[in-house]
Nanobody, 126 residues
Framework: VQLQASGGGLVQAGGSLRLSCTAS????????VAWFRQAPGKGRVLVAA????????YYADSVKGRFTLARDNAKNTVYLLMNSLKPEDAAVYYC????????????????????WGRGTQVTVSS
């Protein structure tokens, strides 16, 4: 499975962006799709994840109510809709996917993910 992330850019605080993560290859082997982000000097942290078949989503507390996941199975694409962006949301955003079901806190662990896309930069100006 190959993942292609896109949609990053520069936005003012309070603005919105939509990130896209498109999967190609053996996409039927994808179970969970997630977005992580990594700010300079910090580790990669989970932002949101969605079950590819179930559509059940998980959101980090820091983005609940502002970010929304959506998926288009026909296009093999998961979107991260980011509203009310804050300067602290600025980071490189990565999409990732697992081969198997992931439950509980395992969702937070980068090593649980089998596939990674290249990052897309999100910059939020204050």
């Amino acid at each position: 499975v190959q993942l292609q992330a896109s949609g990053g850019g520069l936005v003012q605080a309070g603005g919105s962006l939509r990130l896209s993560c498109t999967a190609s290859g053996r996409t039927f082997s994808t179970n969970f799709v997630a977005w992580f982000r990594q700010a300079p000097g910090k580790g990669r942290v989970l932002v949101a994840a969605i079950g590819w078949s179930s559509g059940i989503g998980y959101y980090a507390d820091s983005v609940k109510g502002r970010f929304t996941l959506a998926r288009d199975n026909a296009k093999n694409t998961v979107y991260l809709l980011m509203n009310s962006l804050k300067p602290e949301d600025a980071a490189v955003y990565y999409c990732a996917a697992t081969k198997t079901a992931v439950v509980g806190t395992s969702l937070l662990i980068t090593s649980a993910y089998d596939y990674w896309g290249r990052g897309t930069q999100v910059t939020v100006s204050s």
